[in-house]
């Protein structure tokens, strides 16, 4: 499930890793559902709550949230991790990437179209899945603000930037400012 999904480009590539998926989105955008239809994806529309709650027996095995959670409300926010961790298989994954907060590093992100109503740090994520959650990981990553990183922020890098190549055959170019954070549900 890709939340945010866009053309689908990320679950359309599972489909070369993946045996035989069942592809899912969540997109508001009316002109990317032509294509989302093309390339075999079951999508929802509207209210991503009410949309889950309706699909009361459906849970995913990789739910993907890239550069998504941002934009929902901070009064919505535990409900939707909330739903989203209920829907997730036991033992798979929760993926979100979100811009860094940190504006006096990253001051170019203080104006971003569509707006974002949410920012996040490291902490603010790691307090949001704490008790919900199994953390995996939580770092930043990038920066093209800042070239000197630390070997462990490369480290983490690569092995995402290869993760995400192997799994979905395309290479990831980390376009800096974020941060990752890989879940899983506690179940």
Do not use: Q
Request: aromatic content about 12%.
């Amino acid at each position: 499930m890709d939340c945010g999904a866009g053309l689908g480009t990320t679950i359309y590539l599972s489909k070369n890793y993946f045996n035989n998926p069942s592809l899912y989105a969540y997109e508001n955008d009316i002109f990317t559902h032509k294509y989302l239809e093309h390339i075999g994806a079951k999508y929802f529309s509207g209210d991503l709550l009410e949309s889950l709650k309706s699909e009361k027996k459906e849970t995913y095995n990789l739910i993907i949230l890239s550069h998504f959670l941002e934009h929902i409300s901070p009064s919505s926010l535990v409900n939707y991790v909330e739903l989203l961790l209920s829907k997730l298989k036991a033992e798979e994954l929760l993926l979100i990437e979100v811009p860094h907060d940190n504006w006096m590093k990253y001051p170019h992100l203080l104006s971003s179209n569509p707006p974002h109503v949410g920012f996040f740090s490291i902490k603010a994520l790691k307090t949001l899945f704490n008790t919900r959650a199994h953390i995996h990981s939580c770092k930043a990553i990038g920066s093209s603000v800042h070239k000197k990183r630390s070997l462990i922020i490369k480290i983490v890098e690569k092995i995402y930037s290869t993760i995400y190549s192997v799994v979905f055959k395309v290479p990831y170019t980390m376009n800096g400012n974020c941060i990752i954070i890989c879940v899983g549900a506690k179940h």
